[in-house]
Each structure stands twice: as structure tokens, then as C-alpha cells.
């Protein structure tokens, strides 16, 4: 559910700055020759974890991790603990940026070349977002191409080159360039027309923009950067679309998408919401997933729809964006009190206050980091759930979990998951596919028997 990290914040955020992507086709094998990485044949289940009666959960569990080598979960482990580190530098990373903004009144000097252009003050919201978003995005540069970039082909995860993961991130700067502009002049007019209760009125339009977000994401915004196709293999669709009628999901087409140009993960999602939701597949997930692997994951997928997750997501995050912007009233009045003289900010409808809000949101959303992932963890939990009862495909499911190990921890101390990860982790999904098993024996023993 990439979706979700859109969400927070999204009245400020709203992508202001550019992800990590890029595009690399890969190349498709010769004539007749089957892919290393093709679609298997059937699903291997290792010998414990073969239904019988003597089929115990742990044994199970453990029987799947250790099919994992030492030296992929050494991999996978120091790259995901790695990430704890980088979410405190992006953190500090862009205070320091914020800070200097502010420090040495460049926000000032950006908002006065503004108002020299031009004296209507939706344009000059306008102009001071293309030349923060540009300033920003130059000074974030070092991290994120490291981040983004020279990290992933570092670990293996990533298949383009240099020069087309640049091109993606001006797309992507252009993306933000458009959306944010829109963004911020809707925002400072609020502010400057209702000097009193902008937290109020910012807080609604903010949660307006999350909805529209969400709704154009998946028709407007994700195509510029992959091409999405209905995929048409009976072989896949044929059961993916009789779980989503069995289920009451109307659907009739499957989208794919061809992350492999970015990208070696495999994951599929869940995005929009009413007339825009789409089921999509990445086709990496569609290579080496084994059929009941596909059939588990796109029971989570259906999961997060039959379940209203999105739905419950928008309303979650509509209050963290109103508790939000409460103590960003308090924090903003506090600041300019004290600081705003000296960095030559006029008030709070000054548009060389956004440094100011981004250093406070930045804040907010560190501190709030295990909170959100729990949110997120357990919404996934709940999914797990549904897709596992109505796929019934636990080896699916747990052969998805160790695919995903390879950039996830797969066996997290209980603090550790908590703090870090907003998916279930592997070891934990693996052990709740195979206590599904466990209960439902009846249902493979006839198999095995054949």
C-alpha cells in the first residue's frame, strides 16, 4: 500500500520533493529461452511445512526462513536497518536546510524577488514556491542521490542507470512544481483571508487535496513515470478476477505495471479511491511469483478494498492533519514572536514562513513515526487476514513474505517493529500463513494425498 506514505502531512508535503525512481527496461530473454526469473511452474513448500498431522506452526515458520541463505538476510537486514539511520539524517538533513533558509533570510530574499515581479499575491506564491522548490531541491541533492540512487544499486535493488533516474527526478520536480503551486496558493489565500481561524479553514482545504491526491494519483500522476497496461494471461487473470467476484468486487481488468524499469521489488497495490481505485500488479511480482503466490498477494490487495481501508485512511489522516495544524497555530505564533524580526518574516500569511512550516511539520511527522506505522501495520495485518481466507494460499503468502524479505528485516525485535515498520514482518506474516494452515488442514491433506 505505497499509497499511504503520501498521506501524512499531505496538506503540507503534497510531494513537494522528488522520490527516488528511474527506468531501465530490462532485457527480454531469446527466442524460446525461459526468464531465470519466470513465473515457476508450482509452488516449492519445504518438507515441514507439507500438510499432515503432525504440521506444527513454528516448524513451519522456521522451515520457510531457513530457506532464506545467511547472506541474502545479512543483506536484506543491514539494508533496512540502515534505513533507521537515514530517517533520522533525512530528518536533520532538511532542518538544517529549513534553518538556513531562516537564518540567512534567503526565504526573505526569495519572497522579495517575488513581489518585485509582480504585485498579485497568488502570483507571487507562485514565484516563491518555483524558487524554494528549486533551492530545496539543489541543497537536498548530496542525500538524495545517495538515498535514491547509488544506495538501491548498491543493495541490488535497483535497475537503471544514472542518467535516467535523473530524468525521472525532473519529472518528478516538474510533478511537484505543478501540484505544490496549486497547493501553497490555495493555502497562504486561506491564511491571509482568515487571519484568525486559518488553522481551521487550512486544515479542510488540506484534507480536500488528500482526497483529490488520491483520486488522480493512479489516472494522472503514477502513468508519467510507469506504464500501466490491463494485463490479459488467463492464467493470472482468470483467478485473480473470480477471487474479486467471489469476494463482491466488481472488477473486470487487472492492471500491470512495468516497475521493472526501476526497480527488481515485487509489489502490488491498491490505489484511488471510488471511480479511480485500480488493482495493480508490478511485473516483477508477475516473473517470479508462482501462481498461488499472485493469488495470495492480490487477496491482501482486495482486502485493503473490502475492508475501507483507504476510505478509513482519509479520515485517520484528516485528524492528523487537524491536530497538526492546531500545534502549528501555537508553534508558529511562539516562533515569529521570538524569531520572526530577525529573519525578516512578516506574519504568518508571509510566504518566507513556509521554511518555518516545513521545519515544524518535519518535526511533527519524526516524532510521530511509530505511530503512523502502526496505523499503517495493522491495517496491513487486517489485509493479511482477508487474503489468506479468501485466497487460501498460505504458501503463496509465505513465499511473498520471504520475496519481500529481500529488502525487508525479516525477524525484528518487538520494539524494532514497532518503531520501523509499517508492514507486518516477515517472520510474523510467515507464521500467521502457517497458523491459517494449521487450521484449515483439511483443505490441503487431500492434496497431498494425490
Given at each position: 500500500m505505497n499509497y499511504r506514505k503520501t498521506l501524512v502531512l499531505a496538506c503540507l508535503a503534497l510531494a513537494l520533493f522528488p522520490g527516488a525512481r528511474g527506468s531501465q527496461a530490462q532485457q527480454p530473454p531469446g527466442p524460446g529461452a525461459k526468464p531465470a526469473t519466470a513465473m515457476p511452474d508450482e509452488i516449492p513448500i519445504p518438507l515441514a511445512a507439507q500438510p499432515s498431522n503432525q504440521f506444527n506452526v513454528e516448524a513451519a515458520t522456521e522451515a520457510y526462513l531457513d530457506e532464506i541463505p545467511a547472506s541474502a538476510r545479512a543483506k536484506s537486514d543491514d539494508y533496512f536497518e540502515s534505513g533507521y539511520w537515514l530517517i533520522l539524517w533525512d530528518f536533520l538533513y532538511g532542518a538544517v536546510i529549513y534553518l538556513l533558509l531562516l537564518h540567512f533570510r534567503w526565504s526573505a530574499m526569495m519572497r522579495n524577488l517575488a513581489e518585485?515581479?509582480?504585485?498579485?499575491?497568488?502570483?507571487?506564491?507562485?514565484?516563491?514556491?518555483?524558487?524554494?522548490?528549486?533551492?530545496?531541491?539543489?541543497?537536498?541533492?548530496?542525500l538524495a542521490i545517495y538515498e535514491g540512487y547509488f544506495r538501491e544499486r548498491q543493495y541490488g535493488l535497483a535497475t537503471q542507470t544514472f542518467g535516467p533516474w535523473m530524468s525521472?527526478?525532473?519529472?518528478?520536480?516538474?510533478?511537484?512544481?505543478v501540484i505544490g503551486s496549486i497547493a501553497m496558493m490555495v493555502l497562504f489565500g486561506v491564511v491571509?483571508?482568515?487571519?484568525?481561524?486559518?488553522?481551521?479553514?487550512?486544515?479542510?482545504?488540506?484534507?480536500?487535496?488528500?482526497?483529490?491526491?488520491?483520486?488522480?494519483?493512479?489516472?494522472?500522476?503514477?502513468?508519467?513515470?510507469?506504464?500501466?497496461?490491463?494485463?490479459?494471461?488467463?492464467r493470472v487473470t482468470k483467478p485473480i478476477l473470480s477471487l474479486a467476484h467471489a469476494n463482491g468486487i466488481t472488477a473486470d481488468k487487472v492492471y500491470e505495471m512495468d516497475a521493472s524499469r526501476q526497480t527488481t521489488r515485487m509489489s502490488a497495490n491498491v490505489s484511488g479511491f471510488g471511480s479511480t481505485m485500480r488493482i495493480t500488479l508490478n511485473d516483477n511480482l508477475l516473473r517470479r511469483g508462482s501462481p498461488e503466490e499472485i493469488q495470495s498477494v492480490m487477496g491482501h490487495e482486495m482486502g485493503h478494498f473490502v475492508l475501507h481501508h483507504i476510505g478509513r485512511d482519509l479520515l485517520y489522516f484528516s485528524v492528523v492533519i487537524f491536530i497538526f495544524f492546531a500545534l502549528l497555530r501555537w508553534s508558529?505564533?511562539?516562533?515569529?514572536?521570538?524569531?520572526?524580526?530577525?529573519?525578516?518574516?512578516?506574519?504568518?500569511?508571509?510566504?518566507?514562513?513556509?521554511?518555518?512550516?516545513?521545519?515544524?511539520?518535519?518535526?511533527?511527522?519524526?516524532?510521530?513515526?511509530?505511530?503512523?506505522?502502526?496505523?499503517?501495520?495493522?491495517?496491513?495485518?487486517?489485509?493479511?487476514?482477508?487474503?489468506?481466507?479468501a485466497s487460501r494460499q498460505p504458501d503463496g503468502f509465505a513465499r511473498a513474505a520471504i520475496h519481500l524479505g529481500e529488502y525487508r528485516k525479516m525477524s525484528p525485535g518487538p520494539v524494532e517493529e514497532w518503531v520501523f515498520f509499517d508492514h507486518p514482518s516477515g517472520r510474523n506474516r510467515i507464521r500467521a500463513a502457517m497458523r491459517w494452515k494449521a487450521e484449515n488442514l483439511s483443505l490441503f491433506v487431500p492434496k497431498a494425498a494425490q
Open positions: 518585485r515581479i509582480t504585485r498579485f499575491k497568488p502570483l507571487q506564491t507562485l514565484i516563491y514556491w518555483v524558487e524554494f522548490l528549486i533551492v530545496t531541491t539543489v541543497l537536498g541533492a548530496p525521472e527526478q525532473f519529472e518528478m520536480l516538474l510533478v511537484n512544481l491571509r483571508r482568515v487571519p484568525r481561524t486559518w488553522w481551521i479553514w487550512g486544515a479542510i482545504v488540506s484534507m480536500c487535496f488528500l482526497v483529490f491526491l488520491v483520486m488522480i494519483g493512479p489516472v494522472f500522476v503514477f502513468p508519467i513515470f510507469n506504464k500501466f497496461t490491463v494485463l490479459d494471461d488467463p508558529l505564533e511562539s516562533a515569529l514572536a521570538r524569531w520572526g524580526e530577525r529573519w525578516q518574516i512578516r506574519g504568518i500569511g508571509d510566504t518566507a514562513v513556509l521554511p518555518l512550516v516545513l521545519l515544524f511539520g518535519s518535526v511533527f511527522a519524526f516524532v510521530y513515526t511509530p505511530f503512523i506505522n502502526t496505523h499503517i501495520r495493522m491495517n496491513e495485518y487486517e489485509a493479511d487476514m482477508y487474503g489468506l481466507n
